[in-house]
């Protein structure tokens, strides 16, 4: 019963999000029929009536998500992670990770055919076995395994079966990134209305992207070195020169997230600098989550003892939970940034709040419960 209640609340929601979408849109093509014909709309960042409650809130003006003070940062984080329950995030994040999996291995397949006709399939497997590293030993020992059956049948020439195995096993591996669009879309409180080919193009494009992000990495982490080596830096520089090489890649992680954040949801794209500021907060906790989670399995987890011979696939698997779980928690944190403020976030001219073919951007959050510090006694 608890789970036909929780089903059909949820069948409810979404049926809610399609009418409030529907009618957000056919209020902006009314906005849009007034301003043909000369009318003026309302001004793009007034607050909407609601009283001073909504006048007074922290960051409503805001332009940047820097101008937001602490005070508006303290309900952002609070809204967000209500949303997060709301949203069932945790367990969505687990079927994103579960499908996540299902692309790993078909996206490799991918990486190593694309990236062996300018490179040995050898050298591509010793640069993923040492960016793999950075996971725990028994996920490492797993991609390892893989790598070396995917190129010893890695024949590294341009042919019609090299294609064609290339274009198969990106339609595979953009089916994961289809539901991370999916949940994605769930955290800015859109739904979906694009057909499945602009979907199924958006999807591939991404995977083509993170294969991108991949080729990136070989050469923060395989050529840059080598460079570096030949450079008279000495020790501090060298030191220094290795650092910058994995800030640098965790640069190009927070960009890829940005980009993510901007061309997932469903809706007027949010302008780059209010999707930027959660991207760069879950790289630098994804960063830190991946070494305790490394440090902790290598050193107290007993995950050998307990599954056997699928350890690597047990591991492999809850590390990719934890970062489907992270991204989707930065998604909440730039909707709800959005949601805090009246100014337009998306990208083009200012248009005003209702007009902007984005939920969260689209209104402002309920006025939060008076505290005793708002009512001081007299």
Not at 113 to 135: C, D, H, K, M, N
Not at 143 to 150: E, F, V, Y
Not at 331 to 337: F, G, R, V
């Amino acid at each position: 019963m608890a789970g036909t209640r929780q089903r059909d609340s949820a069948v409810d929601r979404i049926r809610e999000r399609v009418e409030e979408k529907a009618a957000r849109r056919a209020a902006a093509r009314e906005a849009a029929e007034r301003a043909e014909r000369g009318e003026r709309t309302a001004d793009p960042g007034r607050v909407p009536p609601g009283g001073p409650s909504h006048a007074d809130l922290p960051g409503v003006h805001a332009e940047a998500p820097t101008q937001i003070p602490a005070r508006g940062w303290k309900q952002i984080v609070k809204r967000a992670w209500a949303e997060n329950n709301a949203d069932n995030m945790p367990i969505i994040a687990g079927g994103v990770a579960f499908f996540a999996f299902l692309a790993i291995f078909p996206a490799l397949i991918a990486t190593i055919s694309i990236y062996g006709l300018v490179a040995s399939p050898e050298t591509v497997e010793r640069q993923i076995t040492e960016l793999s590293a950075q996971l725990p030993e028994s996920a490492a020992s797993l991609i390892g395994d893989q790598l070396t059956s995917i190129t010893q049948n890695s024949g590294g020439a341009l042919s019609i079966s090299l294609a064609i195995s290339v274009l198969g096993a990106l339609w595979s591996a953009s089916g994961g990134t289809g539901n991370l669009l999916t949940a994605v879309n769930i955290a800015y409180d859109e739904v979906e209305t694009r057909s499945f080919v602009k979907r199924k193009a958006l999807a591939l494009g991404l995977t083509l992207g993170a294969i991108l992000f991949v080729l990136v990495t070989f050469a923060l982490v395989a050529v840059v070195p080598a460079v570096l080596d030949m450079l008279p830096l000495g020790v501090v520089g060298s030191v220094l020169a290795q650092v910058l090489r994995w800030v640098l890649l965790l640069g190009v992680f927070a960009g890829s997230l940005a980009v993510l954040y901007r061309v997932a949801p469903d809706r007027d794209a949010p302008q780059l600098k209010w999707v930027s500021l959660g991207a760069i907060f879950v790289t630098v906790i994804w960063a830190l989550v991946s070494l305790g989670f490394s440090f902790y399995v290598n050193n107290f987890g007993s995950y050998d003892k307990t599954y056997g011979t699928i350890a690597g696939v047990i591991v492999l698997m809850l590390w990719l939970y934890l970062t489907c779980y992270l991204v989707l928690l930065g998604a909440e944190i730039n909707s709800e940034s959005e949601h805090q403020t009246a100014e337009d976030t998306t990208e083009g001219p200012p248009v005003p709040m209702g007009e902007r073919n984005a939920t969260m951007a689209d209104e402002l959050p309920d006025p939060p419960e008076p505290t005793k510090e708002s009512h001081p006694k007299q």
